[in-house]
């Protein structure tokens, strides 16, 4: 919850007992495809052949991609004792979240995105390879304490989390190939797929189609300079999704004889074309198709961080790194510098690398309104975006709050 970073910022004072803070972001980072061609391809706008020319200077062996929105309410109350053991504060949030990420080969993007006429007699690699994604809602109730000891400060929160699936799709290929005959007269495809996707029947807002459980937790300790440790472990959890998924394993070698198999997967340079589990492609392959309920890990956030006062109250530095396990992510490591003015105002910025992509720098903007307002907004990739044809990631984050 946020009473910990505004208090820490602020002069926010004793006698308020409620806050009420509502807030969104996301974020979009790669080492490869450019954030104007996924701008393009998300929104389904017209890709031509520099967008793609762009992303195939920066291709390797292996590349990735990750794009999160978040959006949740929070209703905070300080208490005279929790559950009748200690003095704290409970807060409860409604969440919305939507991630999804993707490991995928130099190969598998040209021919996604050219098409296959480049790789007559040549085999491409497409695997390995994994995207996934999914949107669900979270429900979360957690608990804050403060506290003095040794002239340190202590400063611990929890939450617990309900999660409900709405929708989720996977393909998951640790080595697939395709050749393409010289001719064009034929394909050979040796496929080993997993795909795996929650009841398409029913995927829009409201609907049931998972339900799981998560924690969150963090520890603040400041010294008596205001010097501080901070470490956190945000949504280590799962979701159930029902039977009504489909999962559908495929390990075979095919043939297509007898077409022009030259620019069979050729999507030209206008509008992005889904290939679902549905899809003319991948009912060839599909011999095994079954409903059944499977258990898959969010994503999990973990960050560590060290505040050091340069100007007590005036001037801060902060050194961290956060790691996002079961996403496919690389270490993200950061340094940022907080500067206060005016008593009531902060810009922060920021320099980092890895995590998706490479180096970026950011900025942020906080801001006490009146007595009792609190506004915040800024972007981790201020850089990138700044460079329109070839930046790799992009985002953006705004929060508000209210305490009474």
């Not at 109350?77 to 200690?86: A, C, P, R, Y």
């Not at 029913?202 to 459980?213: A, I, P, R």
């Given at each position: 919850m946020?009473?910990?970073?505004?208090?820490?910022?602020?002069?926010?004072?004793?006698?308020?007992?409620?806050?009420?803070?509502?807030?969104?972001?996301?974020?979009?980072?790669?080492?490869?495809?450019?954030?104007?061609?996924?701008?393009?391809?998300?929104?389904?706008?017209?890709?031509?052949?520099?967008?793609?020319?762009?992303?195939?200077?920066?291709l390797?062996?292996?590349?990735?991609?990750?794009g999160?929105?978040?959006?949740?309410?929070?209703i905070?109350?300080?208490?005279?004792?929790?559950?009748?053991?200690?003095?704290?504060?409970?807060?409860?949030?409604?969440?919305?979240?939507?991630?999804?990420?993707?490991?995928?080969?130099?190969d598998?993007?040209?021919?996604y995105?050219?098409?296959?006429?480049?790789?007559?007699d040549?085999v491409?690699e497409?695997?390995?390879?994994?995207?996934?994604?999914?949107?669900y809602?979270?429900?979360s109730y957690?608990?804050?304490?403060?506290h003095?000891?040794?002239?340190?400060?202590?400063?611990?929160?929890?939450?617990f989390?309900?999660?409900?699936?709405?929708?989720?799709?996977?393909?998951?290929?640790?080595?697939s190939?395709?050749?393409?005959?010289?001719?064009?007269?034929?394909?050979d495809?040796?496929?080993?797929?997993?795909i795996?996707?929650?009841?398409?029947a029913?995927?829009?807002?409201?609907?049931?189609?998972?339900?799981?459980?998560s924690?969150?937790?963090?520890?603040?300790?400041?010294?008596?300079?205001?010097?501080?440790?901070?470490?956190?472990?945000?949504?280590?959890?799962?979701?159930?999704?029902?039977?009504?998924?489909a999962?559908?394993?495929?390990?075979?070698?095919?043939?297509?004889?007898?077409?022009?198999?030259?620019?069979i997967?050729?999507?030209?340079?206008?509008?992005?074309?889904?290939?679902?589990?549905?899809?003319?492609?991948i009912?060839?392959?599909?011999t095994?198709r079954r409903?059944?309920?499977?258990?898959?890990?969010?994503?999990l956030?973990?960050?560590?961080?060290?505040?050091?006062?340069?100007?007590?109250?005036?001037?801060?530095?902060?050194?961290?790194?956060?790691?996002i396990?079961?996403?496919?992510?690389?270490?993200?490591g950061?340094?940022?510098?907080k500067?206060?003015?005016?008593?009531?105002?902060?810009?922060?910025?920021?320099?980092?690398?890895?995590?998706?992509?490479?180096?970026?720098?950011?900025?942020?903007y906080?801001?006490?309104?009146?007595?009792?307002?609190?506004?915040?907004?800024?972007?981790?990739?201020?850089?990138?975006?700044?460079?329109?044809?070839?930046?790799?990631?992009?985002?953006a984050?705004?929060?508000?709050?209210?305490?009474?």
């Open positions: 946020a009473l910990y970073s505004v208090t820490e910022l602020f002069s926010i004072g004793s006698g308020f007992k409620y806050v009420y803070k509502i807030d969104a972001d996301y974020s979009y980072s790669s080492d490869a495809i450019t954030g104007r061609l996924a701008k393009e391809y998300f929104r389904k706008g017209f890709i031509n052949n520099s967008m793609k020319d762009e992303v195939s200077k920066n390797s062996t292996i590349n990735k991609f990750s999160e929105f978040n959006s949740s309410i929070t905070g109350q300080n208490l005279d004792t929790i559950f009748g053991l200690l003095k704290g504060s409970s807060f409860i949030r409604l969440s919305n979240r939507s991630f999804i990420h993707s490991n995928f080969t130099k598998l993007f040209e021919l995105f050219r098409g296959n006429k480049n790789y007559a040549k491409a497409l695997g390995p390879f994994q995207l996934k994604s999914y949107t809602q979270q429900f957690g608990i804050e304490r403060h003095q000891k040794n002239k340190k400060s202590y400063f611990w929160s929890a939450a989390s309900v999660n409900i699936g709405q929708k989720y799709s996977s393909y998951d290929s640790p080595a190939t395709l050749y393409t005959a010289s001719d064009g007269s034929y394909l495809v040796d496929l080993d797929l997993l795996r996707t929650s009841d398409s029913q995927s829009s807002l409201g609907s049931f189609n998972g339900y799981g459980f924690g969150s937790g963090m520890l603040v300790i400041k010294d008596e300079d205001q010097n501080a440790w901070a470490f956190s472990a945000d949504n280590f959890g799962y979701i159930r999704w029902t039977k009504e998924s999962q559908i394993p495929v390990d075979s070698v095919f043939r297509f004889e007898g077409i022009d198999a030259t620019d997967f050729d999507f030209s340079d206008t509008i992005r074309k889904e290939i679902t589990s549905d899809s003319a492609y009912q060839s392959f599909v095994d409903k059944k309920a499977f258990n898959d890990m969010l994503p956030h973990l960050s560590a961080s060290y505040s050091a006062q340069v100007m007590p109250g005036k001037l801060v530095l902060m050194i961290g790194a956060e790691q396990l079961f996403s496919g992510a690389g270490l993200r950061y340094s940022r510098l500067y206060n003015f005016k008593r009531k105002h902060q810009l922060a910025l920021t320099a980092s690398y890895g995590g998706y992509t490479f180096w970026n720098l950011g900025i942020a906080n801001a006490q309104l009146g007595r009792s307002w609190v506004f915040g907004t800024g972007t981790d990739y201020l850089s990138a975006m700044l460079n329109s044809r070839k930046g790799l990631a992009s985002g984050f705004v929060t508000l709050e209210k305490y009474f």
